[in-house]
C-alpha cells in the first residue's frame, strides 16, 4: 500500500496539535507558578529559541531526508551504513511510556468536562477533596475514561496519515484555537487580567533559583514534543511542497503563544477570585473549579469550553506519541497498520493501568518506590531523563554524523546560509553541551 502524506497544511496543523498540549494549558502555567512567574518564562522562551527550535528543525530534516520509521532513519542517514546509529531511533520508545501515563491526565480531563455540566464544587476546600478523591478512590471511574481516551487515540492511528491523523488534526486545532481566543477575550474583560500579565512578564531575579532553569529546558523539550522522534515521524510524511522554515517557525512561535495565553487566562481568572498562582498540578483541576462554580451560570460555560479545550489539546498530541513506534513495526516488521497499532496501544495501555493503580489509596503502597509513585517516576524518567538524553543523541547525530551536504541542502533553501550556520553551532555545540551540564545537575554530580 502506498503510504499517504500530510497536505501543507494538514503537517502544520499536525505537529502543531502534538506539540500544543497539557505541556502548555495544564504544565506550562502551573509550573509559571510555582517558579515564580517572569524570570521563568524568560528562561523557557530562550530555550525554546536556542536549542529547542534547534533541535526541532534538526528532527524535521532527519524525517525529510530519511521518510522513514524513526530506527530505519538513524540507519540510512549514518555513513557507510553504521549500524549501531540505528539505535537512537529506539527512543520512540519514550513516547510509549509517556503514552502510559499522558492519557491519565486526558482521562481526569473528560471527568472535569462532565463535572462542568452538572456538579462543580461550591467551594476550595470541597474542589480540592473532590480531585483528591477521584484520584485516589474512583478506580472504575478513571479506567473508564482512561480507555475512552485510548480508543479515539488508537483508532485515529489505524486509519493512517491522511484519514487518521490529518483529519483530527484539521477539525480539533482549529477548533482549539478558537475556544482559546473566546477565553482571551474573556479574560480582557476581568479585573485579574493585569495582575497576570505583571505575573507573568515581570522580571523578578528574587525568585530566580539555578532549579528553575532546568525545569525551563525540561519543558520546553515536552513542549515542542522534541526527543521522541515524534517530530521525525511526522515528517517522514510530509509533502516536499512544505517550506519547512515556514512550518517549523509558525508552530514553535503558535506553540509558545498557546502557553503563554494559556497562563494569561488561567492566572486573570485566579487573580480576579483573589487567589493563589502557586497551587501545583491541581492549579486546573482543584482552584479553577470552584472559581467556575462562583460564576454562576456563565461559569459552566466557561468550565466546558477550558476543559473541552483541554481535551482537545491533549488527544492530538497523545495521537502522536503513537505513531513512531507503530511506524516502526510497519516499515520494518511488515505489520499491517491495524495489528501495529493494537500492539502498541495495549502495551502502553497496560501500563497506563498499572500507573493509575499507583495513585489510589488501595495500591500505591506497592507501586511506590523511594517516595515517588510510579506516575511521577515515569514523569521524571521521561521529561527529565530520557527526552534530554536523546536531545543530546539527536543533536550530536545531526550536527556531527549527518553529511554536511544533506542538512545543507535541506536547509539553506528556506533559511538562508547565515541562519544554517548558527543553527549548526546550536546544534553542534550548544545544545549538547547545556543540555549535558543541566543533566549533570539533575542527576547531582554537579551542584550549581
Ligand atoms: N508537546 C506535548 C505537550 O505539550 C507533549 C508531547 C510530548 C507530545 C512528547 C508528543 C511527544 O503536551
Same mark, same amino acid.
Given at each position: 500500500m502506498k503510504?499517504s502524506k500530510?497536505?501543507?497544511?494538514g503537517?502544520?496543523?499536525?505537529?502543531?496539535?502534538?506539540?500544543v498540549?497539557?505541556?502548555?494549558i495544564?504544565k506550562? =502555567?502551573?509550573i509559571?507558578g510555582?517558579?515564580? @512567574?517572569?524570570v521563568f518564562v524568560?528562561?523557557?522562551?530562550?530555550s525554546?529559541f536556542?536549542?529547542?527550535?534547534?533541535?526541532?528543525v534538526?528532527?524535521?530534516?532527519l524525517?525529510?531526508?530519511?521518510?522513514?520509521?524513526p530506527?530505519?532513519?538513524?540507519?540510512?542517514?549514518?555513513?557507510?551504513?553504521?549500524?549501531a546509529?540505528?539505535?537512537?531511533?529506539?527512543?520512540?520508545?519514550?513516547?510509549i511510556?509517556i503514552?502510559?501515563?499522558? =492519557?491519565?491526565?486526558?482521562?481526569?480531563i473528560?471527568?472535569?468536562?462532565?463535572?462542568?455540566?452538572?456538579?462543580? =464544587?461550591?467551594?476550595?476546600?470541597?474542589?480540592?477533596?473532590?480531585?483528591?478523591s477521584?484520584?485516589?478512590?474512583?478506580?472504575?471511574l478513571?479506567?473508564f475514561?482512561y480507555t475512552?481516551?485510548?480508543?479515539?487515540?488508537?483508532?485515529?492511528?489505524?486509519?493512517?496519515v491522511?484519514?487518521?491523523?490529518?483529519?483530527?488534526?484539521?477539525f480539533l486545532?482549529p477548533?482549539?484555537?478558537?475556544?482559546?481566543?473566546f477565553?482571551l477575550f474573556?479574560?480582557?474583560?476581568m479585573?485579574?487580567?493585569?495582575k497576570?500579565f505583571?505575573?507573568?512578564?515581570?522580571l523578578?531575579?528574587?525568585k530566580f533559583?539555578?532549579?528553575?532553569i532546568?525545569i525551563?529546558?525540561?519543558h520546553?523539550?515536552f513542549?515542542?514534543? /522534541?526527543?521522541? %522522534?515524534v517530530i521525525?515521524?511526522y515528517s517522514?510524511s510530509?509533502?516536499?511542497k512544505?517550506?519547512i522554515?515556514?512550518?517549523a517557525?509558525?508552530v514553535?512561535?503558535?506553540d509558545v503563544?498557546?502557553?503563554?495565553?494559556? @497562563?494569561l487566562?488561567?492566572?486573570t /481568572? /485566579?487573580f480576579t477570585a483573589?487567589?493563589e498562582?502557586?497551587k @501545583?498540578a491541581?492549579l486546573?483541576?482543584?482552584t479553577?473549579p470552584s472559581?467556575f462554580?462562583?460564576? @454562576?451560570?456563565?461559569g459552566?460555560?466557561l468550565?466546558?469550553?477550558f476543559?473541552i479545550?483541554?481535551?482537545?489539546a491533549?488527544?492530538?498530541s497523545?495521537v502522536?506519541?503513537?505513531?513512531?513506534?507503530v511506524m516502526?513495526?510497519?516499515?520494518r516488521?511488515?505489520f499491517?497498520?491495524?495489528?501495529?497499532? /493494537?500492539v #502498541?496501544?495495549?502495551a502502553?495501555y497496560?501500563?497506563g493501568?498499572?500507573?493509575?493503580?499507583?495513585?489510589?489509596?488501595?495500591y500505591?503502597t506497592?507501586?511506590t518506590?523511594a517516595?515517588?509513585?510510579?506516575?511521577? #517516576?515515569?514523569?521524571f524518567? %521521561?521529561?527529565?531523563?530520557l527526552?534530554?538524553?536523546a536531545?543530546i543523541f539527536?543533536?550530536?547525530?545531526v550536527g556531527?554524523?549527518?553529511?554536511k551536504?544533506k542538512?545543507r541542502?535541506?536547509?539553506?533553501p528556506?533559511?538562508?546560509?547565515?541562519i544554517?550556520?548558527? #543553527?549548526?553551532?546550536?546544534i553542534r555545540y550548544?545544545a =549538547?553541551?547545556s543540555?549535558f551540564i543541566?543533566?549533570?545537575k539533575?542527576i547531582?554530580?554537579?551542584?550549581?
Open positions: 503510504k500530510f497536505s501543507k497544511v503537517y502544520v496543523l499536525a505537529i502543531l496539535g502534538s506539540a498540549g497539557l505541556g502548555n495544564w506550562f =502555567p502551573y509559571t510555582e517558579n515564580g @512567574g517572569g524568560l528562561v523557557f522562551l530562550l525554546v536556542t536549542i529547542g527550535i534547534s533541535i526541532f534538526g528532527e524535521i530534516i524525517g525529510k531526508i530519511a521518510k522513514k520509521d530506527v530505519t532513519t538513524f540507519e540510512v542517514l549514518a555513513p557507510n551504513g553504521n549500524k546509529y540505528k539505535y537512537i531511533g529506539f527512543t520512540f520508545i519514550t513516547a511510556l503514552l502510559s501515563f499522558y =492519557p491519565i491526565v486526558i482521562a481526569w473528560f471527568h472535569y468536562i462532565v463535572l462542568s455540566i452538572n456538579s462543580l =464544587p461550591s467551594t476550595l476546600k470541597a474542589s480540592e477533596t473532590a480531585f483528591v477521584h484520584i485516589k478512590d474512583d478506580i472504575f478513571q479506567i475514561y475512552l481516551a485510548f480508543i479515539w487515540i488508537s483508532y485515529t492511528i489505524s486509519k493512517g491522511k484519514d487518521g491523523i490529518e483529519k483530527l488534526n484539521n486545532m477548533t482549539l484555537f478558537l475556544l482559546l481566543l477565553m474573556y479574560s480582557f474583560t479585573e485579574g487580567f493585569s497576570a505583571y505575573f507573568m512578564f515581570n523578578d531575579f528574587e533559583n539555578t532549579n528553575s532546568l525551563a529546558v525540561g520546553a523539550f513542549c515542542l514534543s /522534541i526527543g521522541v %522522534t521525525i515521524s517522514a510530509i509533502s516536499d512544505t517550506n522554515a515556514k512550518a517557525l509558525s514553535v512561535i503558535m503563544l498557546t502557553a503563554i495565553l494559556s @497562563g487566562i488561567i492566572f /481568572i /485566579i483573589a487567589s498562582p502557586n @501545583g491541581g486546573v483541576f482543584i479553577l472559581i462554580y462562583d460564576m @454562576g451560570t456563565f459552566v460555560v468550565a466546558l469550553v476543559f479545550s483541554l481535551a482537545f491533549s488527544i492530538t497523545a502522536s506519541m503513537l505513531e513512531p513506534a516502526y513495526l510497519i516499515d516488521k511488515g499491517s497498520r491495524l495489528k501495529a497499532t /493494537i #502498541w496501544s495495549l502502553s497496560s501500563l493501568i498499572v500507573v493509575i493503580l499507583s495513585n489510589t489509596n488501595d500505591s506497592y507501586l518506590f517516595n515517588k509513585n510510579l506516575f511521577d #517516576w515515569l514523569d524518567l %521521561t521529561s527529565a531523563i527526552m534530554p538524553l536531545g539527536v543533536s550530536l547525530f556531527f554524523v549527518l553529511d551536504d542538512s541542502n535541506a536547509l539553506v528556506y533559511f538562508g546560509i547565515r544554517y550556520n548558527i #543553527w549548526l553551532f546550536i550548544i =549538547p553541551i543540555i543541566l543533566m549533570l539533575e547531582g554530580i554537579l551542584k550549581f
